[in-house]
């Protein structure tokens, strides 16, 4: 329990730290700048997607790619070697 107490001063020392104010230093035209207009999150994302045709189209494209290794692996067990 040792570090505890040193753990303490530094937090308290740190909490007595003087930060410069920020109020002011903003131009006025950011002051008097309009909030872009709020959108629903669903209209932003667009339509759901389908997880089922989603989940078949990433078989197919794996079942693909298992298939090109498969004969790459085919083809190096026959390659001979010289």
């Known amino acids: 329990?040792?570090?505890l107490?040193?753990?303490i001063a530094v937090l308290a020392c740190a909490a007595c730290a003087n930060f410069p104010e920020l109020e002011g230093e903003e131009p006025t035209n950011v002051k008097k700048a309009r909030y872009p207009k709020l959108i629903a999150l669903q209209q932003n994302l667009g339509p759901?997607?389908?997880p089922v045709s989603e989940a078949a189209e990433v078989e197919e494209e794996l079942n693909a790619r298992r298939e090109v290794l498969e004969?790459?692996?085919d083809q190096l067990q026959?390659?001979?070697i010289n």
């Open 1 to 3: 329990m040792k570090p």
């Open 5 to 7: 107490p040193f753990l």
């Open 48 to 50: 759901p997607v389908d």
């Open 71 to 73: 004969n790459k692996a």
């Open 78 to 80: 026959n390659a001979e």
